[in-house]
């Protein structure tokens, strides 16, 4: 194994571990039926919704993820 595939997969795997974290600790979108219901009073309210911990989160697991893709695609590659 090369150097450069060893810390790519070193890179990777921490990037799995934040990954599933950061999934883990955001909270749930949907509050079942009574979040269906109240949906269009919360997308009135939610103006101030993305400066959230919630909202930076999620962000950082949509960054995190693709990180994660094109990592993967490179040491599939090599």
Do not use: E, N, P, R
């Amino acid at each position: 194994m090369s150097t450069l595939s060893l810390v790519i997969t070193i890179v990777q795997v921490i990037l799995a571990v934040g990954l599933t974290l950061i999934v883990m600790f955001q909270s749930g979108k949907s509050a079942g039926l009574s979040g269906a219901i109240a949906g269009v009073a919360d997308s009135f309210m939610s103006k101030g919704k993305a400066h959230t911990w919630d909202a930076k989160m999620a962000k950082a697991t949509k960054w995190i993820a693709a990180v994660f893709l094109i990592l993967t695609f490179v040491l599939c590659l090599l």
